[in-house]
């Protein structure tokens, strides 16, 4: 079956804009996952929906947001872009929340922030 | 605050001899450690996990050792192989939240 896909794969934008990307998880998989990758800093936990509802949240500023629509796609936001959003966004879907073992990665955003 | 830590960018390690990935944390509290392995425009791959109340898992040429009271984890691939270069993340678990290390890169040499 199809793996996570992420869309767009790059992303340039300036900084003050705003930028939407989206995931459309493993077909059946309920659970959706968004993580930040920046060299220093590693993945960080940005958030996580299940059922259409907000399970889990990172400690990242008001102006990350995200959402989950009813076929389990989600879609994360960032409002007044800074230098420092550039970075690597990936999704992973699950079945299950909290199910690392059966937990699978998009190949991630590339968003750049000029 | 790093709760998880990679402290070495890099390692270069000979094929067929024995790879050792590092990992020390903070948090007493965490229940799950796990380590992912990352090729270059992939998403990260789930390799191996070990429960807080373990102190070794084995999966393969994949060995992960938990030394709790040194608050440190250890991933051991043996034999290494060329097809095992990537980058490896560890990660913690608790309540539903992962928190993971900055990454080794790994190179395995011919």
């Known amino acids: 079956k199809a793996g996570v896909t992420q869309t767009p794969r790059y992303l340039i934008k300036t900084r003050g804009q705003q930028v939407t990307l989206s995931c459309s998880p493993i077909?059946?998989?309920?659970?959706v996952s968004w993580y930040q990758q920046t060299p220093g800093q590693g993945l960080q936990f940005l958030f996580e929906?299940?059922?259409?509802?907000?399970?889990n949240k990172g400690n990242f500023p008001g102006r990350f947001s995200g959402r989950q629509f009813s076929n389990s796609r989600s879609e994360m936001n960032v409002s007044t872009l800074e230098l420092g959003d550039s970075a690597l966004y990936l999704c992973?879907?699950?079945?299950?929340?909290?199910?690392?073992?059966?937990?699978?990665f998009g190949p991630g955003t590339r968003l750049t922030v000029l | 605050d790093q709760q998880v830590k990679q402290n070495s960018p890099s390692l270069s390690v000979q094929e067929g001899r024995i790879s050792i990935l590092n990992c020390d944390y903070t948090?007493?509290?965490?229940?799950?450690f796990l380590w992912y392995k990352k090729y270059p425009a992939e998403g990260p791959t789930f390799l191996i996990s070990?429960?807080?109340?373990?102190d070794k898992n084995e999966d393969g040429r994949f060995t992960v050792f938990l030394n709790k009271s040194a608050k440190h984890l250890s991933l051991h691939i043996v034999p290494s192989q060329p097809g095992d270069s990537a980058v490896y993340f560890c990660?913690?678990?608790?309540?539903?939240?992962?928190?993971f290390g900055q990454g080794t890169r790994l190179t395995i040499n011919p």
């Open positions: 992973a879907s699950s079945l299950e929340l909290a199910d690392y073992n059966e937990q699978f």
């Open positions: 077909s059946g998989h309920r659970s």
């Open positions: 929906y299940f059922s259409e509802t907000q399970r």
């Open positions: 948090n007493s509290m965490f229940d799950y």
């Open positions: 070990i429960s807080s109340i373990k």
């Open positions: 990660a913690a678990e608790r309540a539903q939240k992962l928190v």
